[in-house]
C-alpha cells in the first residue's frame, strides 16, 4: 500500500463544505489533500440558495470569486404568498447598500469552488473513495482510499483529518453521537423560463399541507421544491401527478402556474430527504467533522451553507493561527475549541430552520406568522435580518418566536374569549413551546435559557 507525502490538513470530501474549506487553508498556506470520490459535476436540489450571511462569510475569507463566473444569481429578499394574499420584505442593509443572497444550480457553484481549488499550488485533490481513518496510538494520523483511476488502495497522511463527507456520511458514527433525523422530503423541479412575481426575490408559498420554495437559480432557470412532511419518499406514480396538479397547482401564484404545469407535464422529479442532525461531535485526536457531515437542520430557510461558511471561517481561522503545525496538542486544543464556539454563532440559523417548518406545519402558528410578519416595520424587518443570518442573536429570534404565537393568541380570542377560544390559544402556545424548546436545547444554551425552558416544558 502506497503513502502519500504527509499534509498538514487531509478533507475527505470535496464537496462545498470540503472544497471551501480546502480553498480558504490552501489559500493561507497550509498543505492541504482533499479526497474526493467523483469531481464530475453532479446534480442536487438543495444547496442551491445562500442567504447574505453566507456571501459575507466568503466575502471575509477572500473567496468572493467563487460566486463568479457561472450565472449566480442575485437573492434580494422573499415575498411570502398565503391564499390570495402576498407581501415582499427585502434583506438588511449594511452601510447603505442593500445585503444580497444568490441563487444557482449547486452543481454548477461546486464546480467553479472545485476548479478554484485545482489551481492551488499547495492543494492536492485524490480522487477516490475514502474507506477508513487511518490511527496510530489512539489518534488519527490520515484516511485511507481506494484511488478512481486504478483503484489501488493508499494512504495520505496528515496532521489532522478534517471529514466533510456530506449527510450520508459514512465517517459520522464514530465521530458523533448524534441521532439522524428525517424531517420531511423535498421534491424539486426546474421551472424554465419562469416569470416570478417578485424578480430576483425567493419566494414562500405557504400552502396546504405545507410549505414551497421557489427562487432563481440561473437566467432562465427557478427552482421550486415542494414539502412532503410524510415518512416515505415521494415516488412518481398517477396519485402523485394528481397531487401536484390538484393539490398543489392551485396554491401556485398565477404568473408561476404555467412553468409549474409545464414542470410537471415534463416529469423531471428530483428527490432529496431533509434531516435534521444536531452537533453532538465525539472528540478523537487527529480528526474533526464539519459540514452537513457535523450539523444539518431543514432547508426551508437556505441556511445550510451559510452554517457551513461560518464553520468554515471559524475553524480555518484557529488553524491558520496555530500554522506551521508543531505540537499535535495544539490542534488538538484548537479543534476542541472550534467545538465548543461554533454554536453561538451558528444557534439562530438552526433553530429558526426547523421552528419555522414546525410553524408551518401548524395552521394556527403560519396564519399568525403571516399576519404577524404582513404587518411590515420591526415585526418583518428583525426576523429577515435573523434569516439571512445577517443578525445572529438567538434572544431577539426567541422574542419574534413567542411574539408570533401571542399575535395568533390575540387573533383567535378578537372580538372576546370563550372557553373554546382559550382552549385552541393553549394548545397553539403549547405547540410553539414543544416545537422550539428541542431546538434550543440543541445549541448548547445559557443556564438562564436552559432553565427558563426546562420549566416550560413541566408547564406545557
Known sequence: MSVTKKFDVCI????????????????????VAVIEKSLAEQERIIGELLQPGGVIKLQEMGLEAVLEGFDAQPVEGYGLFMNDGNFKISYPTANGKLLTGRGFRNGKFLQRIREYILNLPNVTVFEGSATELVEANGRVTGVKYIAKKDDDERIVEASLTLVS?????????GLSKNVKKVSSYFLGMVLKNCDLPYKNFGHVIVAKPSPCLVYPISTTETRILIDFPSPEAPRKSPELLDYLNNTIAPQMPPQILPSFKAAVEEGKFKVMPNHLIPATPIFKPGAALIGDSLNMRHPLTGGGMTAAFTDI????????????????????????EFYQSRHKQNATINILADALYGVMKNEDLKVACYGYMQRGGLYANEPVSILSANTRDVDLLLKHFFAVAFFGIGNIIKPFPTPSKIGRSYRMLKSAVNIVSPLVMNENPSVTTRTVFKIAGFVF
Open 12 to 31: 475527505i470530501g470535496a464537496g462545498v463544505a470540503g472544497g471551501v474549506l480546502a480553498a480558504y487553508l490552501g489559500k493561507n498556506g497550509l498543505n
Open 165 to 173: 463527507d456530506g449527510m450520508f456520511s459514512i465517517f459520522r458514527e
Open 313 to 336: 471561517k471559524n475553524l480555518g481561522d484557529k488553524l491558520i493561527n496555530i500554522y506551521p503545525f508543531k505540537n499535535v496538542a495544539v490542534i488538538d486544543d484548537t479543534v476542541k
